[in-house]
């Protein structure tokens, strides 16, 4: 059973800082994986799909990597900014149904 | 037209009502998902939906009964809810298991407090 870990669980950092989300999941056999972001009490919104061929995929301030045999991704947002506060969770799709499997998430709070 | 859209946005229900949520997605994808948020808590897969055949059912209560009509409604009938239910469902679609592209998009959810 796929399990997904998600560190730090929340993170406090002043507006225009460079950082860096991480996550690990159990089962190295997906298909892809996805980072999202959730503000609260909202839906999800897709940032990046990685497939498990690639190693990064970048869109705009945001740069996700992907090392699939160690089970790990990681999320980096450059020069931070106050909208960027949310949750933000990644999550690979694996078994038959290629369906995904969340961490608890990052609470990402960008201080003006 | 956003992609997922659920309806309601909130509904508040006493435990011997029965209620329907609703799914509909505008991106000709073939595959819907459900889940279920609660608080302090990850996503949790409820139900998978392939071309309107259901393909996972997570070990999900008889008090929640999926409908999948065509390949974009979706439904979650609801009966003899319990408050621990309370939570926000959230609906998914993607273009399909069998395909390459499964990037999911999700809807707004219907945030559920049953009383």
């Known amino acids: 059973k796929q399990e997904v870990t998600q560190i730090p669980a929340a993170l406090s950092v002043p507006e225009g800082e460079n950082l860096v989300l991480n996550c690990s999941f159990t089962?190295?056999?997906?298909?892809?994986l996805q980072w999202f972001r959730q503000d609260p009490g909202k839906g999800l919104t897709s940032l990046l799909l990685?497939?498990?061929?690639?190693r990064e995929q970048t869109s705009g301030r945001l740069n996700a990597s992907l090392d699939k045999s160690s089970g790990r991704s990681t999320l980096y947002i450059a020069a931070s900014q106050p909208g960027d506060s949310a949750t933000y969770l990644c999550?690979?799709?694996?078994?038959?149904?290629?369906?995904?499997?969340f961490g608890s998430g990052t609470q990402l709070t960008v201080l003006p | 037209e956003t992609g997922v859209t659920q309806t309601p946005r909130h509904l508040v229900m006493g435990m011997t009502n029965k209620k329907s949520l609703k799914c509909e997605q505008h991106?000709?994808?073939?595959?819907m998902y459900w889940y279920k948020q609660s608080a302090k808590k990850p996503l949790e897969l409820m139900f998978v939906?392939?071309?309107?055949?259901?393909?996972e059912n997570n070990s999900v209560p008889s008090r929640f009964s999926p409908e999948c009509p065509n390949s974009s409604h979706l439904f979650l009938h609801l009966h003899t809810l319990q408050p621990e239910d309370s939570a926000l469902y959230l609906c998914?679609?993607?273009?399909?298991?069998?395909?390459?592209?499964?990037?999911?998009?999700f809807g707004q959810g219907t945030r559920l407090t049953v009383v």
């Open positions: 998914a679609s993607s273009q399909g298991a069998s395909t390459r592209n499964t990037e999911a998009f």
């Open positions: 089962d190295s056999a997906i298909y892809n």
């Open positions: 990685i497939q498990s061929s690639q």
């Open positions: 999550a690979p799709a694996s078994g038959s149904a290629r369906q995904l499997t």
């Open positions: 991106l000709g994808h073939n595959a």
């Open positions: 939906y392939n071309f309107k055949e259901q393909t």
